[in-house]
């Protein structure tokens, strides 16, 4: 087994197609540069040492009450979990002193890490009882609709994988099949955490870039333009299946009304995916066309400010999203919600014609009552960060 493995991932944010998406209708995803970091050493005692710093967790957990007679069924893959096994590793956790009273994303984060070691280590000959000690910090914060479960996910199955030496580095656009069999076993692990996630989290998370979704396929959207944002999270708590549920009901009430602006919705994640892939090229050619990136700005600038409008339109803003927006079109800026709205998250699109003198004002502003990240959308996915013998 390999001694030390650390290993990262990003959140993602929905560029355009949330609640739309549920309808059928195309989304685009982009992985968020605010990352999840795991550093797995092994260690010579009988035992797993955990530090979640996030979650508030550090613990150490008994290597001899895990389940591992139940690891081979576990281990084919696919796209179902072990309920046997996940059970066990429920009852362990609710037997353990130290171990029951974490609750809430922490047990979620419990069962996780536990059901991955017995499936992907302990499974594995001479790793049966092998100690380590994980250590998880974050940027990305939780419960804010940016993924950081499957960033972490995607963390615990990469360095799993790494350590046993089931793969190999690098991981990237030049292993296609490294990342999917990581992504096929994080999304295993947000079955843990989330039951029946659609799994667009932590395909983002793995791929990085930027993916569409329509219905159930995902496309990796070759053509990206890395896009600057100020990310701004409102620390309003929302519930995303109250929000899916109430515009289910608007759809219900007003089908005819509420399917057009779905369908407009459709349409912009399409207008998008168009001019994010043109505007890519227009970049690879060295184009230093200043009415090119001019009229690239603007047409964001537009899709945006229509996304945001159709999104109130259905009842998932909240009073301050709409501060965050009248706030960027202050500035000149065009901003909207990511994710099930109400609260949560938004982001604010910075062209790079944007002057210092304009970021710093708007993310001052910002800052006073809000918590504000300038960070980029569309980079690297699931990333080894050191890794030794």
Same mark, same amino acid.
């Given at each position: 087994?390999l001694?030390?493995?650390?290993?990262?991932?990003?959140?993602?944010?929905?560029?355009?197609?949330?609640?739309?998406?549920?309808?059928?209708?195309?989304?685009?995803?982009?992985?968020?540069?605010?990352?999840?970091?795991?550093?797995?050493?092994?260690?010579?005692?009988?035992?797993?040492?955990?530090?979640?710093?996030?979650?508030?967790?550090? &613990?150490?957990?008994?290597?001899?009450?895990?389940?591992?007679?139940?690891?081979?069924?576990?281990?084919?893959?696919?796209?179902?979990?072990?309920s046997?096994?996940?059970? &066990?590793?429920?009852?362990?956790?609710s037997?353990?002193?130290?171990?029951?009273?974490i609750?809430?994303?922490?047990?979620?984060?419990?069962?996780?890490?536990?059901?991955m070691?017995?499936a992907?280590?302990?499974?594995?000959?001479?790793?049966?009882?092998?100690?380590?000690?994980?250590?998880?910090?974050?940027?990305?914060?939780?419960?804010?609709?940016?993924?950081?479960? &499957?960033?972490?996910?995607?963390?615990?199955?990469?360095?799993?994988?790494?350590?046993?030496?089931?793969?190999?580095?690098?991981?990237?656009?030049?292993?296609?099949?490294t990342?999917?069999?990581?992504?096929?076993?994080?999304?295993?692990?947000?079955?843990?955490?989330?039951?029946?996630?659609?799994?667009?989290?932590?395909?983002?998370?793995?791929?990085?870039? &930027?993916?569409?979704?329509?219905?159930?396929?995902?496309?990796?959207?070759?053509?990206?333009?890395?896009?600057?944002?100020?990310?701004?999270?409102?620390?309003?708590?929302?519930?995303?299946?109250?929000?899916?549920?109430?515009?289910?009901?608007?759809?219900?009430?007003?089908?005819?009304?509420?399917?057009?602006k779905?369908?407009?919705?459709?349409?912009?994640?399409?207008?998008?995916?168009?001019?994010?892939?043109?505007?890519?090229?227009?970049?690879?050619?060295?184009?230093?066309?200043?009415?090119?990136?001019?009229?690239?700005?603007?047409?964001?600038?537009?899709?945006?400010?229509?996304?945001?409008?159709?999104?109130?339109?259905?009842?998932?803003?909240?009073?301050?999203?709409?501060?965050?927006?009248?706030?960027?079109?202050?500035?000149?800026?065009?901003?909207?919600?990511?994710?099930?709205?109400?609260?949560?998250?938004?982001?604010?699109?910075i062209?790079?014609?944007?002057?210092?003198?304009?970021?710093?004002?708007?993310?001052?502003?910002?800052?006073?009552?809000?918590?504000?990240?300038?960070?980029?959308?569309?980079?690297?996915?699931?990333?080894?960060?050191?890794?030794?013998?």
């Amino acid at each position: 087994m390999l001694s030390t493995v650390v290993v990262s991932a990003p959140g993602k944010v929905i560029l355009h197609g949330e609640h739309s998406v549920v309808y059928g209708k195309k989304a685009i995803a982009c992985a968020l540069d605010l990352r999840t970091t795991l550093s797995l050493q092994s260690i010579p005692e009988k035992s797993l040492v955990l530090k979640l710093s996030s979650l508030e967790i550090d &613990a150490t957990v008994p290597l001899d009450g895990l389940p591992v007679a139940l690891a081979s069924p576990a281990c084919d893959g696919g796209t179902e979990l072990s309920s046997e096994l996940h059970n &066990a590793v429920q009852k362990m956790i609710s037997d353990t002193p130290t171990l029951k009273e974490i609750a809430g994303p922490g047990q979620q984060a419990l069962e996780t890490i536990l059901y991955m070691y017995v499936a992907l280590v302990a499974n594995n000959k001479g790793f049966t009882s092998q100690g380590l000690r994980l250590e998880v910090t974050s940027t990305l914060p939780v419960g804010a609709g940016l993924g950081s479960s &499957a960033a972490f996910s995607v963390c615990v199955v990469a360095s799993f994988l790494l350590a046993t030496k089931q793969i190999t580095g690098p991981l990237g656009k030049e292993s296609p099949a490294t990342l999917k069999k990581v992504n096929e076993w994080a999304y295993l692990a947000e079955c843990i955490i989330h039951g029946r996630p659609s799994g667009i989290d932590n395909t983002i998370s793995c791929f990085g870039g &930027a993916i569409t979704r329509n219905q159930s396929d995902f496309h990796p959207l070759e053509k990206f333009v890395d896009q600057r944002v100020l990310l701004v999270h409102t620390k309003v708590p929302r519930s995303t299946k109250a929000l899916v549920a109430g515009v289910r009901d608007l759809y219900n009430q007003q089908r005819v009304a509420t399917e057009a602006k779905l369908d407009e919705m459709d349409q912009i994640a399409h207008e998008a995916e168009k001019i994010y892939s043109e505007y890519a090229l227009v970049l690879e050619n060295g184009s230093d066309d200043a009415e090119q990136h001019a009229v690239f700005d603007a047409k964001v600038k537009e899709l945006v400010t229509r996304n945001q409008t159709l999104l109130e339109d259905i009842g998932v803003s909240h009073p301050t999203l709409k501060q965050i927006c009248d706030i960027a079109t202050s500035h000149s800026l065009a901003a909207k919600l990511t994710g099930a709205g109400g609260g949560g998250c938004a982001v604010v699109f910075i062209p790079s014609s944007t002057t210092k003198q304009i970021i710093e004002a708007i993310t001052q502003e910002l800052s006073v009552p809000f918590k504000v990240w300038d960070t980029r959308l569309g980079g690297r996915g699931v990333a080894i960060d050191d890794i030794s013998e």
